[in-house]
């Protein structure tokens, strides 16, 4: 009777000790590269399943005129409140939670100062933009610290007048469309 009564209890705790509700991590740190820029960021934990990423980086923008194609770099800054609607549901699944990984739907705010950190034309006169893009994107993982990241989301974009800049329209449609391979410290 001891011995089916302890067994009992064992199984009774080891299903107390599995009932977690998963979460994200309370921190992630990494930098992360894609086709058009470099990026460093930060996810801090909001809730179990809302995370807040912090973000510094450089975009490339490209164009080509009549006799010449021109780069720049410019300097971006990002915030981004991410939901991970599939966390538990990866968890359950017995998936990667690990460094974020899965769904998620944000809400992408990126800031573009008038800071151009590199062009092939010495010309370049950077307007300030600021972007808030909804976004439904996916990451996993690679190994113990790289992973993927990709994204899709179209929204809204304002740029900031200048005095001798002019701008047809301040307002226009944004588009994040991000593919992104990266490293998590």
């Known amino acids: 009777m001891k011995k089916t009564l302890l067994t009992l209890c064992l199984c009774a705790f080891s299903l107390l000790v ?10 992630v740190f990494g930098i992360q590269t894609g086709l058009i820029g470099l990026w460093v960021h ?3 934990r909001l809730s179990n399943k809302i995370a807040l990423r912090s973000e510094i980086g450089v975009d490339a923008g490209f164009w080509a005129g009549r ?3 021109d780069m720049l770099l410019a ?8 939901w991970y609607y599939n966390i538990s549901k990866r968890k359950d699944k017995s998936k990667r939670i690990d460094g974020n990984s899965g769904n998620f739907i944000s809400l992408k705010t990126s800031y573009h100062p008038d800071v151009v ?3 092939t034309n010495d ?3 950077l307007v300030s933009d600021l972007t808030i893009v909804p976004t439904w994107g996916i990451r996993r993982n690679i190994g113990n610290h790289f992973n993927y990241e990709a994204g899709i989301g179209v929204g809204y974009i304002h740029y900031f007048k200048e005095k001798n800049v002019r701008i ?6 944004a588009v994040n469309l991000h593919a992104r ?3 998590r410290f």
């Open 123 to 125: 010309n370049i006169n």
């Open 181 to 183: 391979i990266g490293y």
């Open 168 to 173: 047809n329209g301040e307002a226009d449609v």
């Open 75 to 82: 300097l971006v800054l990002s915030l981004e409140p991410k």
């Open 67 to 69: 006799n010449d194609t």
């Open 42 to 44: 930060n996810e801090s």
């Open 18 to 27: 599995t009932a977690q509700e998963a979460s994200v991590e309370k921190s």
């Open 117 to 119: 950190v590199a062009s």
